[in-house]
C-alpha cells in the first residue's frame, strides 16, 4: 500500500511538472515557428450567397425541364385521343399517330442544400398501404364476413384452375401471366411489395395470382357479382345441408357487397374512391375465399379476352400480350398488341402510360419501346414458370 501511494504521489507531480513545462516553454517555442491556426469555414453570408446562386441555376433548370416534360405528355395524350378517334371510324393507324420521341429526361443541377438548415429535412415517410389482416379486419367490421380460407395454397390452385379453364383461359396464359405476377411461387395471399419478405412494406394492394388491385375488385364485383352468386347458388344446391347452409349465408353477405359495390357509376375513378373505405377493403378480402376468389382471379384476364374479341382481335393472345392488357389496362394494351411488328422497336412505352405510371414502372423505363417490353416480359415469364409453384399449378390443368 506504502508503495503505491508513493508511486501515485511522484506520478502526480511528474505530471503537474510536465504541465508547467508544455505551459510555460513551449508556447514560445510555437509562437516562434508562427505554426499556421486551422482554416476557418467561410462566414454564414459567403454560403448563403453561394447558396442563392446554385438555387437560381436548379430552378431554371428544373422549370426549363417540366415545360418540355409538360409538352411531351401533353403530346402523348393527344396522339392517344387521336388513335382512339381514328379507331372509332374504323380509319387506318399509321407510325406518325405515336410520339416516337423519348420522354425528356432532367439533366440539371441537382438541388443545392440550404447551409442556413443544419441539416435537410427527412423526407416524409411513404403513406400506409393496407395489407391482408387490414382486408380481413374490415370484411368482419362491415360485413361480418370471414373468408374460407384453403387449407393450403395447393387447394386454392386447384379452385383456381377450375375456375380459368371453365372460363376458356389456357393452360399457357394462365400459368405464365401467374409466373410474372406472382414470381412463379406466389401464394393466393400474396401481395405487391411482400413477395420476398412477409414484414416489409406492401407498396400496393395488388393481390393473389393475378395481383388485383382493390379498386380491380371493387370493380369486378360491380359488374359481375350477379353472376358469381348465380354460379355458386347453383352449387350450393348440390351440397350436404351444413355446407349448403353455409354458403347461402355467404351469398347474402356478398350481396351486400355488390350493392356497395354498385352504389356509383360504372367507373374505374369511382370504384377507386370505394376501393379506399373500409368497405371497399372488405371486398378485396373476397380474394381470399377459395370460392370467390378464384372467380375474381380469373375475370381479371378475361375481362381483358372479352375487350380484345369485342375489337374484333380473334387469334388467342399470348401470356405476354395478356399481360400487357393486365399492366398498362385493356385499352392501351389493345393498342400496343394489335402494333405492326416491324412498329414496335420504333414507337416508346411512353405511349401506353400516364407520367406517373412511368416514372413509377423501371421495367417500361427500361424496356423503352414496345419489342423490348415484350421481350422483356417473355424473358421474366420463361424463367419463373421453372419454379415450383408455376409447375404445381400446371400440373393440375386437365
Known amino acids: 500500500m506504502g508503495n503505491a501511494s508513493t508511486y501515485r504521489r511522484r506520478g502526480f507531480l511528474l505530471t503537474a511538472l510536465a504541465f508547467v513545462w508544455s505551459a510555460g516553454l513551449y508556447a514560445p517555442y510555437a509562437a516562434a515557428q508562427n505554426l499556421t491556426p486551422a482554416v476557418k469555414p467561410p462566414d454564414l453570408a459567403t454560403a448563403m450567397a453561394k447558396y442563392r446562386q446554385e438555387l437560381e441555376a436548379y430552378l431554371q433548370a428544373r422549370e426549363t425541364y417540366q415545360a418540355t416534360a409538360k409538352t411531351y405528355w401533353a403530346s402523348i395524350t393527344e396522339k392517344r385521343r387521336l388513335r382512339s378517334g381514328k379507331r372509332a371510324r374504323g380509319a387506318a393507324l399509321s407510325i406518325d399517330d405515336y410520339v416516337l420521341d423519348q420522354p425528356p429526361v432532367y439533366s440539371g443541377p441537382p438541388k443545392p442544400r440550404d447551409p442556413s438548415k443544419p441539416s435537410e429535412p427527412s423526407p416524409p415517410p411513404p403513406p400506409y398501404v393496407p395489407v391482408v389482416a387490414d382486408f380481413l379486419a374490415a370484411a368482419a367490421a362491415e360485413f361480418k364476413f370471414t373468408p374460407r380460407t384453403p387449407r393450403n395454397d395447393g387447394e386454392f390452385k386447384r379452385a383456381y384452375v377450375a375456375a380459368a379453364a371453365a372460363a376458356g383461359l389456357s393452360k399457357d396464359q ?44 371493387v370493380e369486378i364485383v360491380a359488374e359481375n357479382g350477379e353472376r358469381f352468386i348465380a354460379t355458386l347458388a347453383a352449387t350450393a344446391q348440390r351440397l350436404p345441408d351444413d355446407d349448403k347452409k353455409s354458403l347461402e349465408k355467404k351469398l347474402a353477405i356478398v350481396r351486400k357487397m355488390i350493392a356497395f359495390a354498385k352504389s356509383v357509376p360504372d367507373d374505374w375513378n369511382e370504384h377507386e374512391v370505394l376501393a379506399g373505405t373500409q368497405k371497399g377493403l372488405a371486398i378485396h378480402a373476397l380474394n381470399l375465399d377459395l370460392d370467390f376468389g378464384p372467380l375474381l382471379q380469373t375475370q381479371k384476364l378475361l375481362d381483358s379476352i372479352v375487350f380484345a374479341r369485342r375489337k374484333g382481335f380473334v387469334r388467342p393472345l399470348s401470356a405476354a400480350e395478356l399481360e400487357m392488357m393486365n399492366l398498362t389496362g385493356d385499352g392501351n394494351g389493345f393498342d400496343m398488341v394489335t402494333m405492326p411488328a416491324d412498329w414496335r422497336d420504333k414507337v416508346p412505352t411512353s405511349n401506353f402510360f400516364q407520367p406517373h405510371g412511368y416514372a413509377d414502372n423501371p421495367v417500361a423505363r427500361r424496356n423503352n419501346v414496345v419489342a423490348k417490353l415484350l421481350a422483356a416480359t417473355d424473358a421474366v415469364m420463361d424463367t419463373e414458370v421453372k419454379k415450383p409453384g408455376a409447375k404445381e399449378l400446371g400440373a393440375d390443368f386437365p
Open 174 to 217: 394462365v400459368v405464365r401471366i401467374y409466373s410474372f405476377e406472382a414470381t412463379g411461387n406466389g401464394t393466393y395471399d400474396l401481395e405487391a411489395g411482400l413477395e420476398y419478405n412477409k414484414n416489409g412494406r406492401a407498396i400496393t394492394t395488388a393481390l393473389g395470382y393475378n395481383q388485383l388491385l382493390a379498386t380491380n375488385s
